[in-house]
């Protein structure tokens, strides 16, 4: 099985030592996985002008890393996102990597689920995961918020939301429920 973890934190903390255990956790179950720490990548804000859909179909017209990013994605089996929780949300760090999924799928719709929604680009999208740190003042919440945030994305995306956990969970727990062969 082919992962990578997208690091959405956007500065360092104790959370991108849980990110690094859970990494550990899912190669000593064969898992590939790549790691990437995006607070160290150039990656631009989407700015909605959709010449990925239409100039350029699939190619977004910055030139940073999601032009290395992006590409390899379709490849993989589970996406984890990872970010410690602000307010309830994910940081702004992986919400810009979110936004710019955007060449992923194509601009013409189709029934999904009983909601209409993108038809994808590629045959293959990779399930997701969200792997989380509640922040200072989240709660319970706050977590039920990013799960239906990432929920939603999963109908977007049309693939599956493979887990939702946080960093106090025990690590090979979490792994076995990313692990689906």
Same mark, same amino acid.
Request: with cysteine; charged share 25%; proline share 4%.
């Given at each position: 099985m082919r992962?990578?973890?997208?690091?959405?934190? =956007?500065? =360092?903390?104790s959370f991108?030592? #849980?990110?690094? #255990?859970?990494?550990?956790?899912?190669r000593?179950r064969?898992?590939h996985?790549?790691? !990437?720490?995006? @607070?160290d990548?150039d $990656?631009k804000?989407c700015i909605?002008? *959709?010449?990925? *859909? *239409?100039?350029? =179909?699939g190619?977004?017209v910055?030139r940073d890393? /999601?032009?290395?990013i992006?590409p390899r994605m379709?490849?993989?089996?589970?996406?984890v *996102?990872a #970010?410690p929780?602000v307010?309830?949300?994910?940081?702004?760090v992986?919400?810009?990597?979110?936004?710019?999924?955007? =060449?992923?799928?194509?601009p013409?719709?189709?029934?999904?689920?009983g909601?209409?929604?993108h038809r994808?680009r590629?045959?293959?999208?990779?399930? $997701?995961?969200?792997?989380?740190?509640?922040?200072q003042g989240d709660?319970p919440d706050?977590?039920?918020?990013?799960?239906?945030?990432?929920?939603r994305?999963?109908?977007n995306?049309?693939?599956?939301l @493979?887990? $939702?956990?946080?960093a106090? /969970?025990?690590?090979? !727990?979490?792994?076995? !429920?990313?692990?689906?062969?």
């Amino acid at each position: 099985m082919r992962v990578i973890i997208l690091n959405g934190n =956007p500065s =360092p903390s104790s959370f991108d030592g #849980s990110v690094d #255990s859970l990494a550990d956790g899912l190669r000593g179950r064969g898992c590939h996985v790549d790691h !990437e720490l995006l @607070r160290d990548r150039d $990656v631009k804000l989407c700015i909605g002008c *959709w010449s990925c *859909w *239409w100039k350029t =179909p699939g190619l977004c017209v910055h030139r940073d890393a /999601m032009d290395d990013i992006l590409p390899r994605m379709v490849g993989y089996d589970l996406v984890v *996102w990872a #970010s410690p929780l602000v307010m309830g949300a994910i940081s702004y760090v992986l919400k810009a990597v979110q936004d710019r999924f955007i =060449p992923l799928a194509h601009p013409y719709i189709e029934l999904y689920k009983g909601e209409c929604h993108h038809r994808h680009r590629y045959e293959f999208n990779a399930d $997701v995961a969200l792997y989380t740190q509640l922040g200072q003042g989240d709660g319970p919440d706050d977590l039920a918020l990013a799960r239906r945030f990432f929920e939603r994305f999963t109908l977007n995306t049309q693939t599956n939301l @493979r887990f $939702v956990a946080t960093a106090d /969970m025990n690590v090979g !727990e979490v792994c076995d !429920e990313a692990v689906v062969y």
